[in-house]
């Protein structure tokens, strides 16, 4: 069965430190990958996303992902995270489903706190 | 350009009860499907609308419905409601069937509360 996994549940940074969030899924097919970030009480906003091409991609916000067949991760990054970065951060995959339409299946998510 | 927009923003029921949850997509798109975020958990996939058929199911019960109406906006119903129904309900717009390079863009949610 299809899953993404995010190892780490909860995520603490110091302002201006660099972030990197872990993201493994299993899939047959080559995937379509997404990191999306919460806000409290908010909906989902898209940071990247990741189709083809270039393995590294790069979002909004100032981050980036790399996508590594080799190691089946979509690893999220952040050079220097500022503090309006704490959120819950999902990473998700499109499946096509039997009927031809595509569904997202998201991992648990990485809440993370940034220490001024 | 208006986005995504979902009603209400917070609903407080009883067990039992039924509900009704409304979505009106992204302009231009034609395809909503619906996630239910449990507390702590990453969105699940409920189902999915276009051209007013559910095209794709996820693992829910049949209390859980949905409707597509001409201009693409949707409902989502859910019946006998049991307190695990509690969560977060997101709907999400895109364009077209089976383009997963069409971006879905997510609404705010709902915020369903069962007492």
């Known amino acids: 069965a299809q899953s993404v996994t995010q190892p780490d549940i909860h995520i603490t940074v110091s302002e201006g430190a660099s972030l990197e969030l872990r993201c493994n899924y299993s899939?047959?097919?080559?995937?379509?990958l997404f990191w999306y970030v919460q806000s409290p009480g908010q909906g989902l906003q898209l940071l990247l996303k990741?189709?083809?091409?270039?393995?590294l991609v790069q979002g909004i916000k100032g981050f980036e992902a790399e996508f590594k067949r080799s190691q089946s991760s979509f690893n999220l990054r952040k050079p220097s995270v500022h503090w309006s970065d704490a959120a819950e951060y999902f990473c998700?995959?499109?499946?096509?489903?039997?009927?031809?339409?595509?569904?997202?299946?998201f991992g648990t998510g990485t809440r993370l706190k940034v220490l001024a | 350009d208006a986005g995504v927009t979902q009603s209400p923003t917070h609903l407080i029921k009883t067990r039992g009860q039924q509900v009704t949850l409304r979505c009106s997509p992204k302009?231009?798109?034609?395809?909503v499907s619906w996630y239910q975020q449990a507390l702590g958990q990453g969105p699940q996939f409920i189902f999915q609308?276009?051209?007013?058929?559910?095209?794709q199911r996820g693992n829910f019960p049949d209390r859980f419905s949905g409707h597509q109406f001409p201009n693409y906006s949707s409902e989502l119903n859910v019946n006998a409601l049991l307190l695990g129904d509690s969560a977060l309900y997101l709907c999400?717009?895109?364009?077209?069937?089976?383009?997963?390079?069409?971006?879905?863009?997510f609404g705010p949610g709902t915020r369903l509360t069962v007492l």
């Open positions: 899939y047959g097919a080559t995937p379509y």
């Open positions: 998700a995959v499109a499946r096509r489903t039997t009927s031809g339409t595509y569904k997202y299946i």
């Open positions: 609308y276009y051209e007013e058929e559910e095209r």
């Open positions: 302009s231009g798109h034609d395809t």
């Open positions: 999400a717009s895109s364009l077209g069937l089976g383009q997963a390079y069409n971006e879905q863009f």
């Open positions: 990741y189709f083809s091409g270039d393995t």
